[in-house]
């Protein structure tokens, strides 16, 4: 059944994206403001690989940085989180995490063909080791994404 009164009657799509870019460009500003010199906001929401699609065609400069986790740290995470009063997002079941897990890693390939270039995979155990060069391939990454930014080391100790 159509509705002749509903949001999609009311805005375009180009209305909702230029609103969606108005809103993160506040956002943005109110993160950035107590960081002078700051010019890159890093969001880091793990649900985001839900919504990769609308991210690359909402901000055609910004990048994905997918950090792959062992699920059984992912699974760990998301049960501790459960625990605490803010953590009402996380799943509180095992099995429940091991879905929201392989719901996101499912979306991997959705990401690599929206951001092309744009994107990367790092293991989030090989940033933990810096034998593995992990950290060097990401700031490579992330240099060759924003020239116009320094980045150093140092920065992601």
């Given at each position: 059944m159509e509705c002749d009164d509903g949001i999609r009657?009311?805005?375009?799509?180009?209305?909702?994206?230029?609103w969606c870019r108005k809103f993160h460009a506040a956002v943005c500003e109110k993160m950035l403001a107590p960081k002078p010199g700051a010019a890159i906001v890093l969001e880091k929401t793990p649900d985001n690989t839900m919504f990769g699609c609308e991210i690359a065609g909402l901000f055609p400069k910004s990048c994905f940085v997918s950090v792959i986790r062992d699920p059984r740290g992912v699974a760990a995470s998301f049960l501790l989180a459960s625990r605490q009063p803010w953590g009402t997002w996380a799943p509180a079941t095992a099995s429940a995490a091991a879905r929201r897990w392989l719901r996101a890693i499912k979306t991997l390939?959705?990401?690599?063909?929206?951001?092309?270039?744009?994107?990367?995979?790092?293991?989030?155990?090989?940033?933990?080791?810096?034998?593995?060069?992990?950290r060097g391939r990401l700031i490579d990454f992330l240099a060759s994404q924003f020239p116009e930014q320094a980045f150093q080391l140092s920065q992601f100790a």
């Amino acid at each position: 059944m159509e509705c002749d009164d509903g949001i999609r009657n009311s805005l375009s799509e180009s209305d909702m994206m230029h609103w969606c870019r108005k809103f993160h460009a506040a956002v943005c500003e109110k993160m950035l403001a107590p960081k002078p010199g700051a010019a890159i906001v890093l969001e880091k929401t793990p649900d985001n690989t839900m919504f990769g699609c609308e991210i690359a065609g909402l901000f055609p400069k910004s990048c994905f940085v997918s950090v792959i986790r062992d699920p059984r740290g992912v699974a760990a995470s998301f049960l501790l989180a459960s625990r605490q009063p803010w953590g009402t997002w996380a799943p509180a079941t095992a099995s429940a995490a091991a879905r929201r897990w392989l719901r996101a890693i499912k979306t991997l390939p959705l990401l690599e063909s929206a951001f092309g270039r744009r994107h990367i995979y790092i293991r989030y155990e090989d940033l933990l080791n810096p034998k593995k060069g992990a950290r060097g391939r990401l700031i490579d990454f992330l240099a060759s994404q924003f020239p116009e930014q320094a980045f150093q080391l140092s920065q992601f100790a």
